[in-house]
């Protein structure tokens, strides 16, 4: 590759990166709009994560279950069948 | 709500907190669902954290009176609106809370039809976290049920025990209710 491409390929990807930082810091300026509230509230569900603890806590507490031999589950999705 | 109970639900790609099973595949198809409905109805992360871990745990132990005829995430949500009102029912009888009049922000007048504006999206939750916290119990549920787009007006009916009709009533004065609160927190 020669010095002038990457000359170019530099550029480039330095003018990706400026518009990149521009587009972010209008949307900061701007903030964000939502035209329903059920817009609102899914946008914020999406940024909820659900904490790894627990899905700990919870396998805990099944391990300390009685066995169910998976019964239930495969009575679920095996409906339709 | 195209829900398939036919098949088992698999779970997100780049997960792996859970074991690969398929109660794991059901907790990570639908434990944000229920996280998000039990902490933005407790206003409590640390309560909200005991409630998913409980409705699980009562899902795995009922799921012999899961009878098919609603879906899965129905069927969770009714546990969990249950688990959440007797804890909010204690909490409530305890520390003497009255509840909102809903009334109030209803007959208030506000631009209810322009858009919510959040100057930061970090903002976001605790913005809605504030405005859910002023309005009553009834229209908190209801708006949080039907931002789920798994779920229909039919279920969010039977899941709060009214009619289609009753629950597109309520939900006008409820997002009416919620803009106006969400504008007075800017």
Known sequence: MSSDTNFRLRAQAKEEQQAAELQQNVQQQTGREFNSVEEALRCDAAQIEVPPAVAERLKDSLEDEPRRGHTWWRRLFSRGE | ?186
């Open chain 2, 1 to 186: 709500m195209a829900e398939s109970l036919e098949s088992p639900p698999a779970p997100p790609a780049g997960r792996t907190a859970w074991p690969d099973t398929d109660f794991g595949a059901i907790y990570e198809e639908h434990s944000r669902a229920i996280y998000y409905l039990a902490l933005r109805f407790l206003s409590d992360p640390t309560r909200a954290e005991d409630a998913t871990h409980d409705v699980f745990l009562k899902a795995y132990r009922k799921f012999d009176q899961f009878r098919g005829e609603a879906n899965l995430r129905t069927w969770l949500y009714r546990i969990t609106i249950n688990h959440c009102q007797n804890l909010l029912q204690s909490w409530h009888q305890r520390t003497m809370v009255t509840n909102v009049d809903d009334a109030v922000w209803a007959s208030t007048p506000s631009s209810a039809d322009s858009p919510l504006r959040v100057l930061e999206i970090k903002e976001l939750g605790q913005r809605i976290q504030a405005t859910l916290d002023a309005m009553s119990d009834e229209y908190r549920l209801l708006l949080l049920l039907v931002a789920d787009e798994k779920l229909s007006y039919e279920e969010v009916a039977e899941l709060t025990g009214q009619t289609a009709d009753a629950v597109r009533g309520k939900l006008h004065r409820a997002r009416k209710a919620f803009a106006t609160i969400f504008k007075k927190h800017e």
